[in-house]
């Protein structure tokens, strides 16, 4: 999905202060829901300017936005924190995305229809909807799961409650982070064995100073817990072969099915990461800008043009048999 990859890229956001005021995130988490990613937005601007990335990241969501009606909408500037909800069933499966910002979001409703009496808007290229929650909240996705959020409903399920409890802390430390159970089946049959063998998992991304992550996963069985081992531990031995000078680091600890894991980059060597991250998105736009000019400057093939029909003659052919024969001319 181009908008997951879009967030991925966000990530490079700095700390700031939770929203105190507005509807509550953990209030709109539709019923089912089994995973849970958020991310803290603000002030991207000033951090992606320092990275660079401000022209790049502005350029991807201007294609990705063009045609809906958020078309003139600047997220880099005008959201604070994401949160995107989901059951996680089937191979793409319904999601809904929470957004808070710090600028008032009203005008991008401007003749929008009313659903539950919240402004709603419906996208017809993607199919999604948006609805504006209060001023600087709105809601957006799945037609079904938006429009269920937004109906008055009774209290969660211990499930979800659960949930929207344990993502509370994760909110206040981390940039981003992500938490939930995996169904069984729900990940896409060319996914690696080790990412099909899990069922929980949480994580969280900051980013004040270099980069410092943290993660716990649970798998499924004995033996996939013997594989996942295997592979945690290769990339464990691939860090320790950095060279002498690097300060990154990188700890594991098993017990059972349950892993947890850390990772600890310093700003120096993280910054240089961005900065190779950095060339390779560059890259990826020019190749696809040049890619797109070279298409378009390409010279159309010839339209096909069926004969224009002319008059019928009867003739005979060398052996007598009777033919039709349609001269060349206008009709």
């Known amino acids: 999905m181009r908008l997951l990859r879009w967030l991925a890229v966000l990530g490079f956001a700095a700390t700031i202060p939770l929203q105190a005021a507005g509807p509550a995130v953990t209030d709109y988490l539709p019923a089912g829901t089994k995973v849970v990613l958020g991310l803290r937005v603000r002030p991207l601007a000033e951090t992606l300017a320092a990275q660079g990335f401000t022209k790049d990241i502005k350029t991807q969501t201007s294609g990705f936005l063009k045609g809906t009606p958020f078309e003139k909408f600047d997220p880099i500037e005008s959201v604070d924190e994401l949160v995107i909800a989901t059951t996680g069933q089937g191979q793409n499966p319904p999601a809904m995305i929470w957004i808070a910002g710090s600028h008032s979001f009203e005008s ?3 003749g929008a229809k009313s659903s539950q009496g919240v402004p709603l808007l419906e996208d017809p290229k993607s199919k999604q ?5 209060n001023e600087t909240t709105m809601i957006a996705g ?3 799961l938006v429009h269920a959020a937004l109906a008055p409903h009774s209290a969660q399920s211990a499930a979800v409650h659960d949930l929207a409890a344990r993502m509370e802390p994760m909110r206040s430390k981390y940039e981003f982070w992500a938490l939930g159970e995996v169904p069984q089946g729900a990940a896409t049959s060319d996914a690696p064995e080790e990412l099909q063998a899990i069922d929980h998992f949480s994580f969280g991304v900051t980013l004040s100073h270099g980069l410092d992550a943290a993660a716990e996963i649970r798998v499924r069985t004995a033996k996939d817990a013997e594989k996942f081992t295997q592979t945690l531990q290769m990339l464990q031995a691939m860090v320790k ?5 690097s300060s990154t680091k990188f700890d594991l600890q098993a ?3 349950v ?5 600890s980059i310093p700003e120096a060597e993280w910054k240089k990461a961005l900065e190779s991250q950095k060339a390779n998105l560059q890259s990826a736009l020019v190749s696809r800008l040049t890619g797109a000019t070279t298409e378009s400057a390409r010279p159309a093939p010839p339209k096909y043009a069926p004969p224009k029909s002319g008059k019928s003659e009867v003739k005979s052919d060398a052996e007598g048999n009777t033919v039709v024969v349609t001269l060349p001319g206008k009709k």
Do not use: E, W
């Not at 892993?259 to 990772?263: N, Q």
């Open 108 to 110: 991008l409703f401007s």
């Open 259 to 263: 892993f947890k894991l850390s990772l």
């Open 241 to 245: 072969m950095q060279p002498a000078a």
């Open 255 to 257: 017990n059972g099915r």
């Open 129 to 133: 909807v948006v609805a504006l929650l």
């Open 142 to 144: 799945d037609p079904t």
